[in-house]
């Protein structure tokens, strides 16, 4: 079967069939709508989203194959040195951790410039810093021709599924793109799914292509109004979904079938609005609950604060809470030893020497999960 190629010269479609579209779109609007309102209403909502933003880049590099869960990639944030002894599995987990500072650091900038080619190259750089393909020219487009294609491993050229934009118009294509995103176009999801499916049509870089892609996501979110906040988290569907997700993404090319893919992508940004603003229900829940019984439980002035930390926090040592928390320290180590013994906090390795104590708050975990 000869392999699908880049759909050369036909970005922007001009066939949408937008009747079909509108049933979709409003599904979408009112999803996110909802979540959005959501996330305007709780209190302090970087930290208490934070597991949620965690778990959204678990599930985008599993995408791409990489093996690690929540916990795999909090506990290697909270003790790098000493938790993690296979090597894949603490490069997984450190590319997970690379997507979440990408995220962050993309975040920052827009304060100073739009989601531009430039944020998106800054990005890629990050997420490529110290793990799996740091020597394939982060930052930087493909310069040599034929050296991508997708296709099931050992595949060639000639066997591939599909074969990315051609190097020699790569840069032109990317500026097409980026004009795009700030172009005024009927509907912003649409005009959302349109740019997801054309980034990773293009896979302008040797490697990390579809995390960015899925990174941009919350990004384009934000520069157009549509959260204030970059808290959408869509990779948990394109991952229950991934066959569809790549078969929908060929069929641009191979179809010129933009409408078709813009469907699904709607969907995936209404149902997964809804699992999101399930699951930040759930936290918001959990903490209002917590919130009461931890100045009662604890006796203490700092008991909130303590609270909030370890929300943003989930898995750490008793060493980090200690000494940044911004509670003085005798007390903070009492309040550990009093959400040890109520049970709220699990133990996950004890104190040894030199070595402090590890302690995840499971509850949290588990809804950010989905499991609770």
């Not at 799914?193 to 040797?206: D, G, N, Q, T, W």
């Not at 009093?338 to 390795?349: E, I, P, Y």
Request: aromatic share 8%.
């Amino acid at each position: 079967m000869t392999a699908v190629q880049y759909h050369l010269g036909k970005f922007p479609p001009e066939n949408l069939d937008w009747a079909r579209l509108v049933p979709a779109i409003g599904r979408a609007h009112s999803s996110v709508a909802a979540y959005g309102a959501m996330l305007e209403s709780m209190p302090n909502t970087n930290v208490l989203i934070s597991p949620l933003a965690t778990q959204e880049a678990v599930y985008s590099n599993r995408i791409e194959g990489t093996q690690t869960t929540l916990t795999q990639v909090l506990t290697f944030q909270a003790d790098e040195n000493h938790s993690v002894d296979d090597p894949v599995k603490r490069n997984d987990a450190h590319e997970v951790v690379n997507y979440r500072v990408a995220l962050d650091t993309a975040i920052s900038q827009m304060e100073q410039i739009p989601l531009s080619l430039r944020l998106i190259r800054d990005a890629h750089r990050i997420l490529m810093r110290g793990v799996r393909g740091q020597d394939k020219a982060p930052g930087e487009y493909r310069r040599i021709p034929n050296s991508v294609w997708i296709g099931p491993p050992g595949s060639t050229i000639e066997s591939a599924d599909f074969v990315p934009c051609p190097v020699e118009h790569l840069a032109g294509a990317m500026d097409t793109w980026e004009r795009f995103i700030h172009s005024d176009e009927p509907d912003p999801l649409v005009q959302l799914a349109i740019v997801h499916a054309e980034f990773e049509s293009i896979h302008p870089f040797l490697d990390g292509n579809g995390r960015i892609g899925r990174l941009i996501v919350p990004l384009y979110m934000v520069s157009k109004g549509l959260l204030e906040a970059p808290h959408f988290y869509i990779s948990g569907f394109l991952d229950q979904h991934r066959d569809e997700y790549y078969e929908r993404l060929q069929a641009v090319s191979r179809n010129d079938d933009w409408t078709g893919w813009s469907e699904f992508f709607l969907t995936a940004i209404a149902e997964q609005a809804n699992v999101n603003l399930s699951r930040a229900r759930s936290i918001l829940a959990l903490y209002d609950e917590l919130k009461e019984w931890v100045v009662d439980e604890t006796r203490s002035q700092y008991g909130v604060r303590a609270l909030d930390w370890i929300f943003g926090k989930p898995i750490f040592l008793s060493s980090d809470f200690v000494g940044n928390s911004g509670i003085p320290a005798p007390t903070a180590s009492r309040l550990l030893r009093v959400l040890r013994d109520s049970g709220m906090l699990d133990v996950v390795r004890e104190a040894r020497g030199r070595r402090p104590a590890l302690l995840a708050f499971i509850r949290l975990l588990r809804v950010a999960e989905g499991s609770e």
